[in-house]
């Protein structure tokens, strides 16, 4: 008899009642396309976009534009969450360092990032670097307000007792900082990596010849349906994949905070 691993027994019992909704929609979709309840010719059945999926996963461009869009979102994530963290720790942690960077900071955040792409392509061209650059801007920012945020969380007590230890600044960032400002920095991480792949996809609609994004695009201007359906499908997928991925991450990094 094959047994069910613990965490995804898990994974299976708290999930159940949305994974049934999932199968009802699905099912009407399909009937409704299928039995003509609507009319139309622009959609199509759930049983064509998973036929579509598979004929460009067979020929090869479908793994070519997710490779693509995947390594420009995961680049911009990275660089973006490295330095939103180290930032972010550092405003959180020091009062100068705050008062020095909130200004910057309080101007280009209520920016649309994408409208930023214009300008960076003229300073430093075109190619893959301003995409990822965009990308990078997208993560950094809600990854810093959440350090900043997680670390003014931090009972003042924690680095009272710190001192009395004579614990060194590096034992405090260790200790102190990073375990307690760890619960809101990994929801700035879940933030950026939807806006890592949101900005991926309008980054590749927008001056892109591959990627996801320029495959949604190239389908709309030629009209081949299936292929519209199959890239939104695709990136759906992505964001349904990363969510529980980043739930499991967060009970193995912060297992002292109880999921409700």
């Given at each position: ?22 199968v ?19 959609l ?46 550092a ?15 309080s ?5 649309p990032k ?6 960076i ?35 003042p007590?924690?680095?009272?007792a710190a001192?009395?230890y ?13 375990p307690?400002?760890l ?23 927008l001056?892109?010849?591959?990627g ?10 030629t009209?081949?349906?299936e ?15 990363m ?18």
């Open positions: 008899m094959i047994q069910i691993p613990v965490w995804l027994g898990r994974i299976i019992k708290q999930n159940w009642l949305s994974f049934i909704s999932v009802f929609l699905v099912s009407l979709w399909e009937a409704a396309v299928d039995l003509d309840w609507v009319h139309t010719v622009f199509v059945s759930p049983s064509t976009i998973v036929k579509s999926t598979m004929d460009l996963l067979i020929n090869g461009d479908l793994p070519g534009h997710l490779a693509i869009t995947l390594f420009r979102m995961f680049a911009g994530f990275f660089i973006g969450t490295a330095l939103g963290l180290v930032i972010g720790l405003m959180g942690w020091s009062k100068a360092i705050r008062a020095i960077l909130d200004p910057i900071v101007v280009i955040y209520p920016l994408i409208a930023l792409l214009p300008l392509m003229l300073l430093i061209g075109i190619g893959e670097k301003p995409m990822i650059m965009v990308i990078a801007f997208a993560a950094f920012f809600p990854v810093l307000v959440n350090s900043i945020a997680g670390v003014l969380s931090i009972d007590i924690y680095f009272d001192r009395n004579g614990a060194s600044r590096f034992k405090v960032l260790t200790k102190v900082i990073v307690g400002s619960p809101m920095v990994l929801v700035g991480i879940r933030l950026a990596l939807g806006m890592s792949l949101l900005m991926a996809v309008v980054t590749e609609l001056i892109a010849t591959k996801l994004g320029a495959m949604l695009w190239l389908a709309w201007a009209l081949r349906i292929r519209i359906y199959v890239a939104i499908f695709i990136i759906a997928l992505l964001g349904l994949i969510h529980p991925l980043l739930n499991l991450i967060g009970r193995r990094l912060v297992p002292w905070r109880e999921e409700r």
